[in-house]
């Protein structure tokens, strides 16, 4: 059992709450707003019954160019939450301490990106998660720890999993939905087919291995960066410019495991059919059997022969899971992929769908219409596979249960 926030004295409580603002960004600065605005119902609830809220978070991975602070977030939260939101530019110093024992009830603030901080960014069991300097520095300022980051419920890191060793841990309200729609994914309509595309390699890989062993996929339909990989390891030669990105962005050990895969379960895996480059300004589609493109030209989308082989198999499915999109959708020239396939994927009678960009992409194209839009995308994903989530765990055996999964 996990407690909730109805199970929580929120008045003049000094609260963490951790929550997943993990956005698009533009020039340093927040681009979308849809994962803010999923948490203003757990924080207005805890501003409103006289909660003090310390906000935790991460944003980016280190080293990427969406590795910023949580300033402009906290902006968008003021504004997003109609009152002032406090910028705090450190997480676990005393300056941060300073700044959480100074709030009233009712007000909030913003600590800085989590994993500015290395041990952020390495995965622990929950008791030495407890021993890191975040968790050590910050948890004597806090009475509760509520955990509202169901998108990052997979990582086993220090600020999800450390602080319900040590303090008495609670499910925000987006967590709590989330678990409630997401927990039963054995009742779901048959066929099911699980649609990964996006640009997180390992992971959907290790999703795609877990669904088909246990026999909940019934297909798995591959696009985006991930189909490219599968590509690949299907002996289609997709050219210098994919092959250069995929090795720069570390995903070229990801080929053999995509062979395994395939060798295992290729009858259940479908790969793109076609991809679309941009050759003369324009877009360009080549079916798999004309490849390589010109030596400058990368698979940014999938194209209509995919599409259409895709929609088929869309046709007859009783539940779709979707994670990821299926090209750059943020260029104009490759958003038609991502677009034409969710859109198949809205008319299957269970339709689920998650991720960050995957929501900007929703937001983007206006695509409308799917059973659940979850928060998250791999942690949905690790879900839908049926597995538990470290940060679940964490809770359900957090310091108030006794440390015992009750
Ligand atoms: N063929 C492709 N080449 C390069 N990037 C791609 C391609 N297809 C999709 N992407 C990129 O993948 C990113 C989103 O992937 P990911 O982070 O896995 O999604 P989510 O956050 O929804 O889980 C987008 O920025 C998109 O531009
Ligand atoms: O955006 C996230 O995951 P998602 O892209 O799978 O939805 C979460 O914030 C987790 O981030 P991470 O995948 O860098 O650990």
Redesign the pocket.
């Known amino acids: 059992m996990i407690d909730t926030l109805d199970d929580l004295d929120v008045e003049g409580t000094t609260i963490g709450v951790r929550v ?1 603002v ?1 956005s698009p960004i533009d020039d340093g600065s927040l681009a979308d707003d849809a994962r803010l605005r999923a948490h203003v119902d757990t924080l207005s609830e805890l501003l409103e019954r006289g909660g003090r809220v310390a906000v935790l978070a ?1 944003q980016g ?1 280190p080293g990427g160019d969406e590795f910023v602070s949580l300033e402009s977030h906290a902006d968008r939260l003021a504004e997003l939450l109609d009152r002032p939101v406090d910028y705090v530019d450190a997480t676990f110093t005393e300056a941060a301490r300073e700044a959480v024992r100074s709030l009233e009830n009712g007000e909030c603030l913003v600590l800085e990106n989590t994993r500015f901080y290395s041990e952020e960014y390495m995965e622990f069991d929950p008791e030495r998660a407890a021993r890191t300097h975040l968790v050590e520095g910050l948890a004597p300022v806090l009475d509760a720890y509520v955990n509202d980051a169901f ?2 419920a997979h ?1 086993s890191q220090p600020s999800l999993v450390g602080f319900p060793t040590v303090l008495p841990g609670y499910a925000g309200r987006v967590m709590e939905a989330e678990l409630d729609v997401l927990g039963s994914i054995e009742e779901t309509p048959e066929p099911r087919v699980y649609v990964i595309g996006g640009a ?1 390699v390992s ?1 959907s890989i290790d999703v795609a291995w877990s669904v088909l062993e246990k026999g909940l996929a019934d297909h798995v339909l591959t696009a985006g960066v991930v189909g490219n990989v599968f590509l690949i390891a299907d002996g289609v030669d997709l050219g210098d410019a994919s092959s250069d990105f995929i090795y720069d962005q570390g995903y070229w050990d990801e080929i053999d495991r995509a062979t395994d895969l395939l060798d295992a379960y290729g009858d259940r895996i479908a790969l793109p059919r076609d991809v679309a480059v941009e050759r003369d300004g324009s877009r360009k589609e080549i079916g798999v059997n004309a490849l390589p493109p010109q030596e400058t030209e990368a698979a940014m989308d999938v194209g209509d022969s995919t599409l259409t082989y895709y929609q088929r198999i869309l046709s007859d499915a009783g539940t779709v899971i979707l994670n990821g999109p299926a090209g750059v959708f943020e260029d104009d020239l490759f958003e038609r992929g991502t677009r034409e396939l969710y859109e198949a994927a809205t008319a299957v009678p269970t339709s689920i769908v ?4 995957t929501a900007a992409a929703l937001r983007r194209l206006g695509v409308e219409g799917f059973t659940h839009v979850s928060t ?4 949905a994903l690790r879900m839908l596979t049926a597995e538990s989530l470290p940060a679940v765990t964490a809770l359900e055996t957090d310091t108030e249960n006794g440390g015992t999964d009750d």
């Open positions: 997943d993990n991460h991975r998108a990052a990582r997180k992971d998650g991720g960050g960009d998250g995308g791999g942690a």
